[in-house]
Each structure stands twice: as structure tokens, then as C-alpha cells.
T-cell receptor, first 111, second 112 residues
Framework: QKEVEQNSGPLSVPEGAIASLNCTYS??????FFWYRQYSGKSPELIMS????GDKEDGRFTAQLNKASQYVSLLIRDSQPSDSATYLC???????????FGTGTRLQVFP | DAGITQSPRHKVTETGTPVTLRCHQT?????MYWYRQDPGHGLRLIHY???????DKGEVSDGYSVSRSKTEDFLLTLESATSSQTSVYFC???????????FGNGTRLTVT
């Protein structure tokens, strides 16, 4: 079992819709969770971090964390074509100072 | 992230040659990381540093070594480059072990 798993996609949504991206992780003592966006040929950029169970909202983005079920999700409201990118989930365990990344989900937003 | 600069941005080298990639940061990050990114594998950790002269291995460390003689600089060396090390390499920094990473712009390395 991979430590951090994501559906590779592509996830295709129409402009204006809600995009829902999911990530599961295997280490039960994971403490820090991050979502990065990566455009083709560019470096990853942080869009959300979440540390506690529940929802965290930032503009059109909402991160949701459920430690009991070991999943973290990212919702993008009012999706725009400029949101088309690969979204990487990253998880840090309390037992280690390493950040483990999923392989990413490619999102396509079509006009 | 303008605070983390990687050099070179592109490099082509021959099998068997040593290669050093450089990462320079101006953010005073204590933690620094080297990842490689390949299709189907995502970002995989090569080595990381948790302070000057303090380094540890990641999941794909074979064939790589690192050095950190001062806070600002983190070097990745391929001792004898192989074609399997053709990849995009990212350097990243963080202030603490559970802080978000901030990435450099990447180095595209091709080993022929």
C-alpha cells in the first residue's frame, strides 16, 4: 500500500462546477496535510494546509480532513480553466520529518 | 519561490560523469529537501537536511549524496550519473518539520 494515494485522473469538470479531489494516507499518526498545485513544467506551489479534523476554507478552496478515516480532500468551487493543473496531496507524520507526496490528480476544467 | 534558487535549470550529461546540482535559499529555512519527479511516480524524496551538516536519506537515495556546509546551500551530487537518473529535480525548504515546503524552480537533468 502506498503511503499517500490519489486518483491520477484526469478529473474533468465544466467551468463553474465544484471539483472534488481526494487523498488517502496510511500512517495513522500523520499530523500535517498539504495540497499543492503544479502547472505543467512548473514547480509545486502550496495552496492549502490543514492540521485539524474538519474543514478549512480559503477563497474558492476548502480542505477537509478526517483523521479517523485517514483521508483529506480538496474542494474547488466555481472552477475556472486556470485551475487546470495537477494537484498533489502531501502528508507529514509525527514519526518522521519527511513529507510524503501522492502522485497527484490531474484536473481539467473545460469552458 | 524567489527565495529558493536552483542551478543549473537544465543540464545534459553523459553516463558515468559526476554531476552536482545546487540549491540556494535566502529564507533561513532549517529544513531542506531534494526530490525527483518522474511520470507515474510523483515526487520522491532523495535526501534531506535538518540543519547544517545534518542530513538523512530519503526513499530513493542510492547513487546520490548531499552536503550542507551552511544554512543557505544544499548540494546534490550524482556520483556517477546513469540514464535512470534522468529526471526533474526539485529543491525545497521549510522552517520546521511540519511546515509547508517551498519549492525552487527545478532542474531538468538528462543523462545520455
Amino acid at each position: 500500500q502506498k503511503e499517500v494515494e490519489q486518483n491520477s485522473g484526469p478529473l474533468s469538470v465544466p467551468e463553474g462546477a465544484i471539483a472534488s479531489l481526494n487523498c488517502t494516507y496510511s500512517d495513522r499518526v500523520s499530523q500535517s496535510f498539504f495540497w499543492y498545485r503544479q502547472y505543467s513544467g512548473k514547480s509545486p506551489e502550496l495552496i492549502m494546509s490543514i492540521y485539524s479534523n474538519g474543514d478549512k476554507e480559503d477563497g474558492r478552496f476548502t480542505a477537509q480532513l478526517n483523521k479517523a478515516s485517514q483521508y483529506v480532500s480538496l474542494l474547488i468551487r466555481d472552477s475556472q480553466p486556470s485551475d487546470s493543473a495537477t494537484y498533489l496531496c502531501a502528508v507529514n507524520s509525527e514519526n518522521t520529518d519527511k513529507l510524503i507526496f501522492g502522485t497527484g490528480t490531474r484536473l481539467q476544467v473545460f469552458p | 519561490d524567489a527565495g529558493i534558487t536552483q542551478s543549473p535549470r537544465h543540464k545534459v550529461t553523459e553516463t558515468g560523469t559526476p554531476v552536482t546540482l545546487r540549491c540556494h535559499q535566502t529564507e533561513n529555512h532549517r529544513y531542506m529537501y531534494w526530490y525527483r519527479q518522474d511520470p507515474g511516480h510523483g515526487l520522491r524524496l532523495i535526501h534531506y537536511s535538518y540543519g547544517v551538516k545534518d542530513t538523512d536519506k530519503g526513499e530513493v537515495s542510492d547513487g546520490y549524496s548531499v552536503s550542507r556546509s551552511k544554512t543557505e546551500d544544499f548540494l546534490l551530487t550524482l556520483e556517477s550519473a546513469t540514464s535512470s537518473q534522468t529526471s526533474v529535480y526539485f529543491c525545497a525548504g521549510a522552517s520546521s518539520y511540519n511546515s509547508p515546503l517551498h519549492f525552487g524552480n527545478g532542474t531538468r537533468l538528462t543523462v545520455t
